[in-house]
């Protein structure tokens, strides 16, 4: 069954964008996070960019030559001083991951089998992270460790036939995940759940599949925001959930598919952009950008 057409705002958005990544080679970006300079961090296809606060100068760049080798889902994520970054070349199926300083430099390397999805991180240091389901797999799981060690990760939690998807440290012990059925597809079961972060152990489940209010459809990215979550989701919206679980509000909406990742920012979601929009001279090209929106209801379009 065919999608109805979308009523989007199709222009190269260059007036609304706070960083126009395309240009500075940050192709298809992710995720992104500020430091404490509040720089911006972008993960992306093209690899890893530390931008001013301006978002109009490269002040760091791990390029990667041929962006289109690798795989979705790129991470980025700042603690305290660390800067952490998972990225995974499609055919090797192993993803890298790297913590650097704030000036760009490695300080720990290594290499995971298979293709990172999400990460994240309490305050604590635990890290956490998904990957994307194997082909043919039953089994799927979420992985942690520590920033201290990282040098062994531990199979925390374990679904069969459910796997978990976007990741979000709400605090040293709620984790955040987004869960999908599988055959990963537009028929799959969705729910949000809170896992105890010691032992795994689930705390409450909540919403399901669908594209109306208080429903989630295919969650790209999750943050912590006031006393609960925002989830951005493949239709552009952000819902704020509280921690019982109830939608208090659709916070935004941005158009649908164009939203990759996202970080909250004195009550704006600081979005990674990425889509095929209508330049001014009327060619569709394919474009990557930041942009800041208001959570106060804001949209770019009708509703």
Known sequence: MAEPPSKTSNHQRVNEMM?????????????????????????????????NPEGDKVLVEKKNIFPKKFAPYCQVIIHGNKVIHAQCED?????????????????????????????????N????LTKQPPKGADEFFIYKT???????????????????????????????????????NIYSKQNI????????????????????????????????????I???????RIQHFGRDGNLIAESARIDAYIGNGFVVRNDEAVIACSGIVLAADGESVCDDWIEAIKLDGSFWTEL
Request: hydrophobic share 40%; aromatic share 10%.
């Open 19 to 51: 960083a126009h990544l395309t240009p500075k080679g940050a192709t298809i970006p992710y995720n992104l996070s500020f430091d404490s300079d509040n720089c911006i961090w972008v993960a992306s296809k093209g690899g890893l960019f530390k931008l």
């Open 91 to 123: 055919v090797a199926d192993i993803t890298e991951f790297r913590i650097l300083d704030l000036e760009g430099n490695i300080e720990h390397e290594q290499f995971i089998d298979g293709k990172i999805q999400s990460l994240a991180i309490s305050s």
């Open 125 to 128: 240091g635990d890290i956490f």
């Open 146 to 184: 520590s920033i201290d060690v990282p040098l062994g990760w531990d199979e925390f939690v374990s679904e069969f036939d459910l796997c978990y998807q976007s990741l979000c440290s709400l605090d040293d012990s709620t984790l955040v995940a987004a869960t999908c059925s599988i055959p990963n």
């Open 193 to 228: 759940v809170f896992l105890d972060a010691e032992t795994g152990k689930l705390k409450k489940k909540f919403s399901e599949a669908g594209k109306d209010a208080g429903q989630v459809y295919f969650p790209r990215c999750i943050q912590p925001y006031q006393d609960g």
């Open 230 to 236: 925002l989830v951005l989701d493949k239709t552009g």
